[in-house]
């Protein structure tokens, strides 16, 4: 054993060590980080939309040994700005039209700052009433925009992955009883990856799933669903769930919500529905009708840090019947005794698989007050109207043809040059070969990024519209360049 230290040897050991700045340093440093973000912001739209380096390139750039004398933060932030910063690309610019855009709002990204700042735990009552009851706020104003009950309950975590992982995990527990030996889960071909990832997590295998098939708007066939879920009970299985895209990523298509609610209450299937992207046109007119069922659904997943534009990391997961929530994950042990609270004074930490999580409410409450939901209602039909506005665009391009049309934020297309090989086989390889190389061209250029996709045989690109700093002439600007770079890209492959 080490033998005790002296108490006087100790006194003299401690040197009150701390890793506090003085304030006027903090002040300075903080007005520097603020003033570039603000400039960033300020420029964004001239700007490139950045660049990728290779792991050698970013090794040579960045690698050191732990570093064991202090430098100034100046010299530290400098070296962020100029060897980190330009390295990314940069998903909040007008022009990033690929995936699903991100692109906070400022009040957000300030209110983030206020959570690391103070440095909240927000996975118990004690310790957070005031942070708690903001989160319970905003799960109340998504419940009423979704038309979801009062009794439903829910919790924000890091996004669509884990909302959807935390879903599926009340799910299970609540029909199945943890017992996932004969369950069987029903899914869209459109379906996010990340569902099949929570669904491998939680001991769901690859023949327990079936992919139902898709109308020609990419929706599930709910024909299809009620026959096979007919099928799978003769056959003495157990239909656990079926999970409904409310904005898929390839195409944003909604499936038929209100005639899956229906198939789920008559088999007993617990309904799930993926709405990361798309739950948030609930908050307008057009969108609540588009998104007609979902009220229906035993959980929904929504994802504030895409089309409510707050910082990453923000999802959201409600479920119907909150005290579900609460039977799958609660756990007491005995250093939790003092924190114990009953369902009225949440502990958020009972809801979910985490213990320390942060304030991820604030930034969702702020901007909420700051902007007001009529305003933030106007930027998502803003959105709607863009996507409408590019689309028609497109349609009167001579060079390109829609795919699949308008649905929430996104629509396909793809470059179809004048002169096709005769063979109609040979003429939709090449159209393939040719819209893989124009998205790789329009990558490559960093003046715009979109995204390509599989949509059956044919290879076409995406176009997402989510960011509420894209304008009309953004929309332009992408279809010249999309134009010059296909043309370009055709004479390459002559």
Known sequence: MTPEIPLEQLEARI???????????????????????VQRLAH???STLGQELSREETEKLLREALPEEPSNFDQVYDEYTRKVAPNVIQLD????????????????????????????????????????????????????????????????????SVANLTALAVARRAVLNDETSDAVVYLSEQTHASIDRGLRLLGIHLRQLRRIPTDPQFRLDTKKLAERIGLDRKAGLRPWVVI?????????????????????????LWMHVDAAYGGFAALTARGRELLAGIERADSVVLDPHKWFYCPFEAGCVIVRNGRLMRETFRILPEYMVDVAREEREVNFCDYGVQLT?????????????????????????QCLDLTAYAVRLFQNSPHLEIATGPSLGIFTFRYVPKKLPDSGTEGEVYLNRLNEALAARIIASRQLMLSSTRLGSCHVLRFCVLNHRTRKEDVRE????????GQEVERSLA
């Open 44 to 46: 964004l739209r001239e």
């Open 478 to 485: 992408a279809l010249r360049l999309i134009e010059q770079f």
């Open 357 to 381: 999580r942060s304030f991820r409410a604030l930034k969702v409450w702020m901007a909420v007050k700051t902007f007001g939901a009529r305003r933030l209602r106007e930027v998502i039909d």
């Open 93 to 160: 610019h007008p022009r990033f039209f690929a995936f699903v855009p991100s692109a906070p709002n400022f009040v957000s990204v300030l209110a983030d700052a206020l959570v690391a700042g103070t440095n909240v735990f927000a996975g118990t009552w004690l310790e957070s009433s005031g942070p708690s009851q903001v989160e319970l706020i905003v799960l109340d104003w998504f419940k009423q925009m979704l038309g979801l009950p009062a009794e439903a309950a829910g919790l924000l975590v890091s996004g669509g």
């Open 15 to 37: 040197h009150d060590v701390s890793l506090d700045l003085d304030p006027e340093s903090m002040r300075r440093a903080g007005y520097r980080v603020v003033d570039w973000m």
């Open 244 to 268: 409904a895209n409310a904005g898929t990523t390839n195409t944003g298509a909604i499936d038929p919500m209100r005639e899956i609610a229906e198939i789920a209450r008559e088999h007993s």
